[in-house]
């Protein structure tokens, strides 16, 4: 989603039928409750229900309805995957009944809160394009995917290992999160915290730095594009498993940097365009001479020869290094 230009369109002819802007806009703010008939057109996917003594349809799919009211799900109790997503939802509380439920999808509502209990059996959420503030109602032992982006969350305090054991994805893109030191999740494999939109806004996404990155040391794929990082030393500690880092459009501008990416010797796809350092001399031999595993860098293929000739640098550079010791220390006797 990116912000575009007003642009103007024909205004509509006129006639006696129509109704004014004012009496559109009022229709459009009246509640708009799920009705049986509406929900029941919604169900698909019969199955055996629970407790395996009867069959039940378990999927729901209520997208783009225009619904304000879901209060008729609480009865649906059989129902294990929801979608209600392009709704004018501001309440989840209904689905609190729902215990069986494996996957909720609540995109492109007005939620300011996920208030929901903890589901024994949630393995997927999403909860995108709303107005959440904090990520606290999050409390399912079994979920895997939480989509959290395009809200106003400032804090990821609320997510923790204790509450999310199972997670190894999620999505918090173009939020208003500064610091993600307090995120304490080592079951992720998938961390997505960058900024989205064509134009930054400056009040979303605005991380300076990585502390506390390396509790994730399962992390395979990692993106913070377009935030304000300026330094690297946080991947000082091992991070074995990273094998894909987009750090584009940051504030990396010292060479020195990509030289605390030595211990990623899982990593194959480096994306570090944008950022100051890249205009440095020599910054392309630079990353390979400390990333020998990485196949992409900026999307481009990594040659097998710039890999060689990176090697026979870091090599001759080494033996300056011993030298230079070497000459130090007959200095000093």
Known sequence: MSDTEDVDEPEPEQ????KSDNE????KEEPNVLTEETAGQSLSLLCKSGDGLSHAFIRADLKEKNLSDISILQGYIHLRFVDISKNRLTDLSPLNNLTHLLSVKADNNNLEKIGLQPFPFLQHASFSFNRINDTSGLEHPLLEQLNL??????????????LLSKLHTLEIRSNKIQSIEELNIPSLKNLYIEEEFIVIRKDYNSISNLDGISRMNQLE????????IT????????????KYLDIRDNLIANIEEIGKLKDLISLQSLLIAANPVCKEEG?????????????KLNEDDVAEDEKLEALEIAKQRQLEKEKFAEYEEMENI
């Open 149 to 162: 982006s395009n809200n106003r969350i400032d804090s990821v305090k609320y997510l923790r290992c204790g």
């Open 221 to 228: 794929n990692l993106s913070v594009r377009k935030n304000k």
């Open 231 to 242: 330094e690297l030393t946080c991947f000082n500690e091992p991070m074995s498993e990273l």
């Open 283 to 295: 910054f392309r031999m630079e990353v390979l001479m400390h990333l020998q595993s990485i196949s």
């Open 24 to 27: 559109n806009d009022l229709e």
């Open 15 to 18: 006639d006696g039928s129509q």
